[in-house]
């Protein structure tokens, strides 16, 4: 097996929605990983010699996002010597090895989400959410400034919630698409650090930047269920 990528040549590692998988996006290109056993499946190196990859820059993957453990990837460049532009959602097909459609935004890309009927795209003040099949725009939202580009949304067919940010320090905001309902969780007094939604998007678990506890709220009323110290 070839060898792994060092530490400080990684740019970003996520899950795909099953936690079977997880893809790191590399200064050369991105790798996909079985959990369970663990081995590497795939690998894309995108830089060539002299550090210029076939998409006119280097190899750089700063966000790399599974579609369970379908053929088809987004890839958005980052890193020193980035291979696509960072404004850029990339839709990577395994099987062709190439990319296959793009969504271009007026500022830099800070996260992705996939859904079997949905691609996310997050952005530092907005998310927009679009038709996986023909790309349409569905929906956007305006949110505080989110660097680290949070956002989760829901895997159960058919009911699609979403989490992001909401307008204030401290809030949580709730989309849930079926019922056709916003709701808006005071989550902590200080800035959200990081959240994350069950699966069935009943749940949602909050932390904020003071870090001295864990919320879990009802994603459907928005009632605090339990806090953990």
Known sequence: MAPSPAAKDILHISFNQDYGCFAAGTKS???IYNCDPFREIFRQDLAVEGG???????GGIDVVEMLFRCNILTLVGGGDNPHYP???VMIW???QSRCIGELSFRSPVRGVRLQRERIIVVLENKIFIYNFTDLKLLHQIDTLSNPKGLCAVSQQPGSIVLVCPGAQKGQVRVEHYKARKTKFINAHTSRIACFALSQDGRLI????TKGTLV???NAA???????VV
Request: no cysteine; aromatic share 6%.
């Open 29 to 31: 290109g991105f790798r």
């Open 52 to 58: 210029v990859g076939v998409g006119g820059g280097g």
């Open 86 to 88: 960072p404004n850029k």
């Open 93 to 95: 097909d395994d099987h």
């Open 205 to 208: 678990a909050t932390a904020s």
């Open 215 to 217: 919320r879990i709220y």
């Open 221 to 227: 009323e928005g009632k605090d269920r339990k806090s």
